[in-house]
């Protein structure tokens, strides 16, 4: 069998550029571990079956409202804070990744960006997203949770200031009131462009959406 060459198609190419353009930004990462303990049972409380992931979304989109700073974009001789939190979701479709936006996350509710979820979750079936449909996004979540991924970091998709990035569930032993428990435990990262923010600011963002889910 002889090499084959590949020709990368339209889309290949732009995501291509795109990653370099991406790369090019100064970046740290921050890595705190969950408790899903709470995540797991709100679940189960609000009446429908929100996703892990729409649950995440929700409580990234707030906590966002906390920290503009990371809710923003580079302008090379500027940093855009932008008023309305555009989620982006990274997803596999069989065109590749590709990232959707639900607009205005902020301020919808978590039935709201439910809905929003499920619409994305039918059209990555095919990948059959508009471009308007994938422009405009101020933060990104990317969650390879369904895959045996324990532990992974994002490259943040430029302009944008920073992307989250989300692990599996893993069961672990953990030490509560003295006693060795079995807990369920999913570690997040925040990568961030270090020239929109610090690490200061990235650690508090983290340490308060840990809150946020371990408290839902």
């Known amino acids: 069998m002889s090499d084959q060459n590949k020709k990368l198609t339209p889309l290949g190419k732009a ?82 990744l590709l990232v959707p936006v639900i607009r205005d996350a902020g301020e919808k509710s978590i039935r709201e960006i439910h809905e929003a979820m499920e619409a994305i979750k039918i059209k990555s079936q095919r990948g059959n997203f508009t471009m308007e449909e994938m422009k405009d996004a101020t933060f990104t979540v990317s969650n390879l949770g369904k895959f045996n991924i324990t532990s992974f970091k994002a490259i943040v998709n430029a302009p944008e200031a920073a992307i989250l990035a989300v692990s599996k569930m893993t069961d672990v032993p953990v030490v509560r ?28 963002f983290l340490t308060e959406l840990a809150i946020a889910l371990e408290n839902l």
């Open 15 to 96: 995501m291509a550029k795109q990653m370099i353009k991406s790369w090019e930004a100064p970046q740290f990462q921050l890595e705190t571990e969950i408790d899903c303990k709470r995540i797991i049972e709100y679940r189960e409380s609000v009446g429908f079956k929100p996703s892990f992931t729409t649950i995440l979304v929700k409580a990234a989109a707030d906590t966002l409202l906390k920290f503009p700073v990371l809710n923003s974009s580079w302008d090379d001789d500027c940093i855009i804070v932008h008023d309305k939190v555009n989620m982006g979701i990274a997803v596999d479709t069989q065109r590749g």
């Open 177 to 204: 009131s003295g006693n060795i428990v079995p807990a369920r435990i999913m570690r997040i990262s925040l990568s961030v462009d270090h020239r929109v923010a610090d690490g200061a600011t990235g650690a508090r």
